[in-house]
Nanobody, 118 residues
Framework: QVQLVESGGGLVQTGGSLRLSCAAS????????MGWFRQAPGKAREFVAA????????SYADSVKGRFIVSRDYAKKTAYLQMNSLKPEDTAVYYC???????????WGQGTQVTVSS
């Protein structure tokens, strides 16, 4: 079992930055991927970014490329999402998730609200 706890959300103006953290505890596996997703009101949950625990390989949604940076600290079992140049359309609840590479995400955090004011 893996437990995930997000933190770092809040209210920020357009163009500002926030850094989200996702602390993992419990049983974690080196072959896991840590993903970030978001869900805005009335919209489906969407993929934002992901990073592998081993190797730190990253992937991004087109909508955040060049603005968001995903990373992880393997020793601290924590993943991060650095969000820069934020836009009102980035407003959503952000979730982190974990799962084996190529096998989807088995574990989810409780979510953290990010609100970008115009």
């Amino acid at each position: 079992q893996v437990q995930l706890v997000e933190s770092g959300g809040g209210l920020v103006q357009t163009g500002g930055s926030l850094r989200l953290s996702c602390a993992a505890s419990g049983r974690t596996f080196s072959n896991y991927v840590m993903g970030w997703f978001r869900q805005a009101p009335g919209k489906a949950r969407e993929f934002v970014a992901a990073v592998t625990w081993i190797g730190g390989m990253t992937s991004y949604a087109d909508s955040v490329k060049g603005r968001f940076i995903v990373s992880r600290d393997y020793a601290k079992k924590t993943a991060y999402l650095q969000m820069n140049s934020l836009k009102p359309e980035d407003t959503a609840v952000y979730y982190c998730a974990a799962g084996p590479r190529g096998n989807g995400y088995d574990y989810w955090g409780q979510g953290t609200q990010v609100t970008v004011s115009s």
